[in-house]
């Protein structure tokens, strides 16, 4: 099902013409209206007019969330307060929030996104869609709850938390669709275990995804635990939220919407452009904001593009997994390597569960990783204390051939590990206690 089935199947030259048209008017409309980016432009010798193709785009600056702290709060708005009609914020807990602004027509472009993105992954008027992440500042929630809406089906805000009460509603009022974290994801299929409910009582058929990252282990664990399809959705604050991308049906990667958000994928060390297909930092040029369009924005997020065919019909390039992000990319004993790496080799073993903590320490000057992990119920009770110790020692094995180092991993009692209503905490640096 398509929703703007003519801008979702153009052609490539067609695209290009789209994209082309609307980073010229951005670029003009930036170097007018932000001074920031009139700052920019002026010390680079650059004029908008120098921009004619979508190859030029190599010529702007970047922009970095530490520039958007720097403007904060109005700063980056390219319109006065009064034409603003929403604001969100990042989701982080310290300092000031990022803030994203939307003029009347923002929010009409954002429904416009999130709702061809409901669509994408399969929602119809018929569904009803129970909206499990958090309203608040956060974009999940409003985001979509908006596509939703446009599609015609029931949307019941239930917000994140109050686990058995969601259970409840999904009971009552025969909730189809989930749209939450993957690990709230998990947590509501634990509950609805302990509630002794069966998951074929239930109407639920699909589950949408977002804001952290959902590995393919993590993925079987909850299609098989809710009797749902899962689909991965992408997005964030700074770029208005959810939105941006999605996961058709064929599940081999995200549909971007091209035409409000160009993607390039460049080196992070470097910032030079990377080709198709080989991995990178995602960086995005918003083409059609009013309030606080961005050019070059560096996501920090680690996965690579795609642009072959997809048995959807549909032409938008596609992104990769996120497999990681090149600020929270941990760097042990000289090796890097990302969570969501460690995640797929421990989900590879049955008896463990998907809920874990990766605690970062120093012992002796040298780095050290632990990781804690919960077993299945039935197995942590029943095993014998010979059987977890082999478990134990086969998975190390397998954590140092795949990532290339020595962990000690340490199997915790059920139910011990925090159990997360948005984005779960996975990483715990204690290298820099005394
Ligand atoms: O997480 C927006 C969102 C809400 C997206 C609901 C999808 C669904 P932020 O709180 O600003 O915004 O966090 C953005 O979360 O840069 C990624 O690192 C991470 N992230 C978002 N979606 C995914 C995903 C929202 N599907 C940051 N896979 C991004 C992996 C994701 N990471």
Not at 1 to 10: G, S
Not at 34 to 61: M, N, S
Not at 160 to 189: K, N, W
């Amino acid at each position: 099902m398509f929703w703007d089935k003519k801008t979702e199947c153009l052609s490539r030259d067609e695209m290009t013409h789209i994209q082309e048209t609307h980073l010229k008017k951005t670029t003009k409309y930036i170097f007018e209206n932000v001074a920031f980016y009139k700052q920019k432009f002026d010390k680079a010798g650059l004029h908008p007019d120098d921009i004619k193709g979508l190859e030029d785009i190599t010529r702007l600056p970047f922009t970095t969330k530490s520039d958007l702290r720097d403007n904060y709060p109005y700063g980056m708005c390219a319109v006065p307060p009064s034409h603003i009609v929403r604001v969100h914020a990042s989701s982080g807990t310290t300092g000031k929030p990022t803030p994203v602004f939307y003029t009347a027509q923002d929010l009409e472009n954002w429904v416009n996104c999130v709702t061809r993105n409901c669509c994408m992954a399969g929602i119809r008027q018929i569904d009803v869609c129970q909206i499990a992440f958090r309203y608040t500042l956060f974009t999940g929630a409003f985001g979509h709850h908006l596509g939703a809406e446009r599609i015609g089906a029931t949307v019941i805000p239930t917000s994140s938390g109050q686990t058995e009460r969601q259970i409840m509603m999904m009971q009552d009022f025969g909730t189809t669709v989930l749209h939450c974290t993957p690990s709230y994801a998990i947590t509501i299929a634990e509950r609805i275990r302990e509630m002794g409910i069966n998951k074929n009582d239930l109407s639920l058929r699909l589950g949408i995804h977002g804001a952290e990252p959902m590995s393919e282990e993590l993925r079987t664990e909850i299609e098989e635990r809710l009797g749902i399809t899962a689909l991965r959705d992408y997005g964030m604050t700074e770029l208005g939220g959810p939105g941006t991308s999605i996961e058709c049906l064929e599940k081999n990667g995200y549909h971007i919407n091209e035409d409000f958000f160009y993607p390039e994928i460049i080196d992070p060390d470097t910032c030079e452009p990377l080709p198709d297909g080989q991995t990178g930092e995602l960086v995005f040029t918003l083409l059609q904001k009013e309030a606080m369009p961005l050019i070059r924005y560096r996501s920090r997020d680690i996965t690579h593009l795609e642009s072959e065919p997809c048995g959807c019909g549909r032409t938008l390039v596609r992104h990769g997994p996120i497999i990681g992000r090149s600020d929270d990319m941990l760097i042990v004993g000289g090796v890097n390597f990302f969570p969501s790496q460690l995640e797929c080799v421990m989900l590879g073993f049955e008896e463990i569960e998907p809920h874990y903590v990766i605690r970062l320490k120093k012992k002796k000057r040298l780095d050290h990783v632990l990781v804690e992990v919960e077993t299945a119920p039935d197995f942590w009770t029943n095993a014998p204390k010979k059987k977890i110790a082999e478990l134990v020692q086969k998975m190390e094995t397998k954590v140092k051939n795949i990532i290339g180092f020595s962990m000690k991993i340490d199997i915790v009692e059920p139910f011990t590990i925090p159990r997360s209503e948005g984005k779960a905490q996975r990483v715990v640096d204690e290298r820099m206690k005394k």
